[in-house]
């Protein structure tokens, strides 16, 4: 059974561009979730999907978003990046809810120049 | 909101003996715990979780974590280390709100 799949794993992006990740679940998980984990703030949650529809947002800034298309495969969007943006960015899946269980992928790593 | 605390930001073992993480969680209710492990570069590998029951769970790759509710907490052991437990390892909680909160995290060092 193929893990959770993150693409790409590293992306190197100047400030004010916009970056895109994307995440395929382990096969038959309909939850995704994503994190961003930096040395400064540890890991920390950006939002949860669940059959398309967004069931819990962490405090970040309107400049992310996500969504999850109806195979659940999800994307999460950074617009206007900043500096401060580059991290590894953690896709977990899992079949109902991520608080139960998750599994991960092997994150990407976005640096912004 | 919940927090978790893992107290010990690095900790150095000798290869061979035991290991203790220590994880403090607060939270009104029990919550769903879990330990996981990073190694450099690379997601997080689930090692152990607790929902209810027993309060002492086994993982995998030899871990084990015992909840003692009267404590708050959920500390990983490991009677013998290997080398290649060198790594990071997070605790994290899961409060019936979609997400998980993680501590910030113990790198475990090993030494020959």
């Known amino acids: 059974k193929a893990g959770v799949t993150q693409t790409p794993r590293y992306l190197i992006k100047t400030r004010g561009q916009q970056v895109t990740l994307s995440c395929s679940p382990i096969?038959?998980?309909?939850?995704v979730s994503w994190y961003q984990q930096t040395p400064g703030q540890g890991l920390q949650f950006l939002f949860e999907?669940?059959?398309?529809?967004?069931?819990n947002k962490g405090n970040f800034p309107g400049r992310f978003s996500g969504r999850q298309f109806s195979n659940s495969r999800s994307e999460m969007n950074v617009s206007t990046l900043e500096l401060g943006d580059s991290a590894l960015y953690l896709c977990?899946?899992?079949?109902?809810?991520?608080?139960?269980?998750?599994?991960f992928g092997q994150g990407t790593r976005l640096t912004v120049v | 909101a919940q927090s978790v605390t893992q107290p010990d930001i690095h900790i150095t073992v000798s290869e061979g003996a035991s290991l203790e993480l220590r994880c403090n969680y607060s939270?009104?209710?029990?919550?769903?715990l879990f330990w996981y492990v990073q190694s450099p570069g690379q997601g997080l590998q689930l090692l152990l979780k607790?929902?209810?029951?027993?309060?002492l769970v086994q993982g995998i790759k030899g871990f084990e974590a015992e909840f003692k509710r009267s404590q708050s907490s959920f500390n990983l052991r490991k009677p013998s280390v290997h080398w290649s437990d060198a790594a990071e390892y997070f605790c994290?909680?899961?409060?019936?709100?979609?997400?998980?909160?993680f501590g910030a995290g113990t790198t475990v060092t090993v030494r020959a």
């Open positions: 977990a899946s899992s079949q109902d809810r991520v608080d139960t269980e998750a599994f």
């Open positions: 096969s038959g998980h309909r939850s």
């Open positions: 607790y929902f209810s029951g027993d309060t």
């Open positions: 994290a909680v899961g409060e019936n709100d979609y997400k998980l909160s």
């Open positions: 999907y669940f059959s398309e529809t967004q069931r």
């Open positions: 939270y009104g209710a029990t919550p769903y």
